[in-house]
């Protein structure tokens, strides 16, 4: 889940930070996401009654897991096709490689998929000599540049067109301009030979419908198509939680989940495959390969706090309004799954111990629960996982003192009122004029680190409780 570094977040929050281009590219681009988001969702009308009615979908399905996923299984097997169960993501990238080895694959070509990213599957197909190629746009141009999505839906939010130019003439050794369509054109280009010369196809499953035994993909261009129609063996990569019951729940999903990604009112193309190619049909995959992957999910089943964890259904939305995720973008979280579904997630289906302090990267401001499409509460699930994280260590003597001061303030009206104006008076006097506040705020390490990148408005003459004090005066008789 998470990337091999042995920097803590602090440090890449930093890093990120001092990157003025990426802050304005990650904050440009999803305001135009949640602009889109609001219009697509306005224009839909009734939005918190379809957000209630994919909640409530979403938990059903979850709590009755086991009885859909026997039920997906049992119409997949009836059709004849390939099932495989892995505990972990050892587990199902040795799958993958395995099937891949058996069909002397040389080249396999992926369409967009973050389950494969929690599975660092290209990096196990090429430990056994197999090429994988990302054919989706934005993760072909993260795959060259050895890097990993930024963001669950737009993978190369943190580039720009020269950016993309100087991989793009790397990897095809050509003279390239900057223009994108000249940047997409070489895409084509490049990656339409490989699908016709790929023995295998990998794809990950937004959704699978259990009454029929069908894979839905939902994508924007179509490598999605081409990867599951042109090798002759397709391998589906999916986790456990992403079943639907019908193809009737799939219709409020379809609205759902590009009306909160992208703004779309659908996305590009919709592929539902209910298997490999039939009798009698012109093209399709020879075989299909469904691996149902656990990796910690079956973890939070049952569990009163995070369980509805597995409501999710990748949109990206709670990325889009979070204010930690817009100022340092998805590389400072070190983890497949970034922003605030990143930050519970990760430590949720990590084992490794670094996670845990991914709970830190938000403000509890709620924006994120308040944009998820099918109501997640994330912000009480980073304030469990934050309790958590403390009762694993002990508090600190100084810790300890300054909860014990701070529940003496907060008990008592007057300390707490004589605590306010202090700090008021504190604040005025620090910051007086805006270059006296740089040259002082820094100077108080409890505040440095926090105070380095925010600049603060001077505090009003009066504080709102005083002002209330004397609008009540006022107004008796």
Not at 183 to 192: I, Q, S, V
Not at 330 to 356: F, K
């Amino acid at each position: 889940m998470l990337v091999e570094t042995t920097d803590e977040l602090q440090a890449r929050a930093e890093f990120a930070l001092g990157d003025a281009f990426l802050r304005k590219a990650v904050r440009f681009t999803v305001e135009r996401l949640r602009t889109g988001k609001a219009e697509s969702t306005a224009a839909l009308g009734r939005w918190q009654e379809w957000r209630e009615r994919g909640r409530a979908v979403r938990t059903h399905v979850i709590e009755h897991l086991d009885y859909y996923l026997e039920q997906f299984s049992d119409r997949l097997l009836e059709g004849g096709h390939h099932l495989h169960f892995a505990a972990d993501a050892a587990e199902a990238a040795a799958i993958v490689t395995r099937i891949a080895r058996e069909r002397r694959a040389k080249l396999v070509v992926k369409s967009k998929s973050m389950v494969s990213e929690e599975l660092h599957l290209n990096q196990h197909l090429a430990d056994a000599g197999i090429e994988a190629l990302e054919t989706d746009l934005g993760e072909w141009i993260v795959q060259l540049a050895h890097e990993m999505p930024s963001h669950l839906i737009i993978p190369a939010i943190h580039k720009n067109r020269h950016q993309v130019q100087a991989l793009f003439e790397a990897e095809g050794n050509v003279p390239l301009s900057p223009e994108t369509q000249t940047l997409a054109a070489h895409a084509r280009r490049r990656l339409r030979q490989r699908f016709a010369e790929a023995d295998i196809g990998i794809t990950g499953c937004n959704f699978a419908i259990a009454d029929t035994g069908s894979v839905v993909l939902f994508t924007n261009e179509g490598n999605g198509r081409m990867v599951t129609t042109l090798p002759k063996t397709h391998i589906v990569v999916m986790g456990m939680e992403r079943i639907l019951p019908s193809l009737a729940d799939l219709e409020l999903m379809a609205n759902l989940l590009p009306r909160s990604a992208t703004g779309q009112k659908i996305t590009t193309y919709v592929n539902l495959l209910s298997g490999a190619r039939r009798e009698g049909e012109a093209d399709g995959a020879r075989e299909l390969h469904v691996v149902i992957l656990d990796n910690g999910r079956s973890a939070q089943l049952g569990h009163p706090d995070y369980q509805e964890i597995l409501n999710c259904i990748r949109c990206g939305a709670c990325l889009n309004v979070c204010p930690v995720y817009r100022q340092v973008g998805g590389h400072a979280y070190a983890s497949v799954y970034s922003g605030p579904i990143g930050a519970v997630l990760t430590p949720l289906l990590s084992r490794d111990p670094r996670a845990r302090e991914l709970a830190n990267a938000s403000t509890l401001c709620g924006a994120c629960t308040e944009a998820c499409p099918v109501k997640i509460p994330l912000h009480d699930m980073l304030v469990h996982l934050r309790r958590d994280n403390a009762q694993r260590l002990p508090n600190t003597s100084l810790e300890k003192q300054g909860f014990a001061l701070w529940s003496l303030i907060f008990s008592r009206p007057f300390l707490y009122r004589l605590a306010l104006r202090l700090a008021r008076f504190a604040e005025r006097f620090l910051l007086r004029t805006g270059s006296r506040s740089r040259r002082r705020l820094p100077m108080l390490p409890a505040v440095e680190a926090w105070a380095r990148h925010r600049s603060l408005p001077l505090p009003a003459r009066k504080s709102f409780r005083e002002r209330f004090r004397e609008l009540s005066r006022a107004k008796r008789p």
